[in-house]
């Protein structure tokens, strides 16, 4: 699958809204597109291990919605740029995923878009480990995924899971994934 059909496909089946800044714990992130060897590749980081709040985990760049953010692309753009120094002229945004709310309450708009060939990014923040990216057709493969089972505020929980080279891949990254593919697979 290559990146032009991606947002071909993206394109023919995105939901006309506007997402509007509300109250709460509003955040974005970046679902960033590029070509790795000529394949659609989807760019995710690594948290770092000394972060208090989801330490090591797998997600995409992105944070909290601050008060100067005039839109949720604009939050997207300044944490990925504050997280793994990404230049937001080197990215170009194709339009937002479905809201997803996440058991802890927080409101994420997925931001996605597509990055320029000549992108860059690096490592220099506390909060981010690793920069990796993995296929969308890895992604898009339903044997991929497996069943993780777990408990949850006491209850039992089972939720799908990526293992990749860096950890797990699950929660509300593994969701934004899916909606993701529902859009261009």
Known sequence: MNLQHVISRYSLSAASHSP????????????????????????FCKR?????SHPSQLCFPGGKVEQKDHSVITTALRETQE?????????????VLPLHTTLTGFRITPVLAVLDRNASW??????????????????????????????????AVTFNGLMTEYGLLWGATAKIIQQLLIRVA
Request: without cysteine.
């Open 83 to 95: 997280e793994i120094a990404l230049d937001p002229q080197q990215v170009n945004p194709v339009g």
């Open 20 to 43: 509007v800044l509300g109250q709460g714990q509003e955040s974005a992130v970046l679902v960033p597109l590029l070509e790795v060897d000529g394949e659609a590749s989807v760019l």
């Open 48 to 52: 770092s291990a000394q972060l208090r």
């Open 122 to 155: 690096e490592t220099h923040s506390d909060e981010v480990e690793h920069v990796f990216t993995l296929p969308l057709s890895l992604l898009a493969q339903q044997r991929a995924w497996q069943p993780v089972q777990t408990r949850l505020r006491g209850k």
